[in-house]
């Protein structure tokens, strides 16, 4: 009974977006502002997940944005329109992020192999981090720097999909890359994140990592 109201209510959220984009295409401009409404965040920390900086993922969220309203009548509706959004924050951010070059020290997990190789410190003790626990605020703050730490590469699969719950496929189209490659990464990541988080977690790694109802950590 709980699995057809969820599949009713998607349904019906699926057609409320698709009339949303509807009126937007025949001139009723205002409703862009409630299609993209729900996603807001989402866009946002795609864009802060490449730039690292906050007044760049602003920017770039703002443009993207405005790149999909210009867009619109090219969205075929091949994917969803989140999909197709976040892949254009995505594109977004990355010319920013080449355009600037900012970064000139190549930071943890980024080797010139675009997957790398990555030994975490022990495998027997893996578990991920309680949403729970991400509530305290020295967490969330332990998060934010361990996500700065690691290679674009991971860290742009990690938030996709561990953090705004896209599916692998959705992220892999998002970013561009394979399946498999959107699995290999996100391992790695959560690897990583594991040896740069759980010394000072003491033990807290014991379920499903989860931000859903959580705070994230910008």
């Not at 057609?15 to 502002?33: C, K, M, N, Q, T």
């Not at 490659?181 to 499903?208: E, I, Q």
Request: glycine share 4%; net charge neutral; hydrophobic share 40%.
């Amino acid at each position: 009974m709980l699995e057809k109201r969820a599949s009713l209510n998607h349904q019906s959220d699926e057609s409320s977006e698709e009339s949303l984009i509807r009126r937007v295409r025949d001139g009723e401009h205002e409703a862009f502002y409630e299609l993209i409404r729900p996603y807001e965040r989402r866009v946002y920390a795609a864009a802060f997940s490449i730039t690292h900086n906050d007044a760049d993922a602003e920017d770039v969220a703002q443009e993207a944005m405005l790149k999909a309203f210009k867009n619109l009548r090219q969205f075929r509706a091949e994917s969803r329109f989140s999909t197709w959004l976040i892949q254009i924050t995505v594109n977004e951010a990355r010319m920013r992020r080449r355009r600037e070059h900012t970064r000139l020290i190549e930071p943890i997990g980024e080797q010139s192999d675009a997957e790398g190789t990555y030994t975490p410190r022990d495998f027997a003790d893996w578990r991920e981090i309680p949403s729970e626990t991400l509530e305290r605020k020295e967490i969330r703050e332990k998060l934010a720097e361990a996500l700065a730490s690691l290679g674009a590469i991971y860290r742009e699969v990690f938030v996709l999909r561990d953090m705004q719950h896209l599916s692998i496929e959705e992220t892999a189209k998002a970013l561009g890359i394979s399946t498999a490659s959107v699995k290999t990464r996100l391992l790695r990541a959560r690897l990583m994140l594991r040896d740069l988080l759980a010394p000072g977690l003491t033990g807290a790694w014991n379920t499903r990592l989860d931000f859903a109802k959580g705070t994230k950590p910008w």
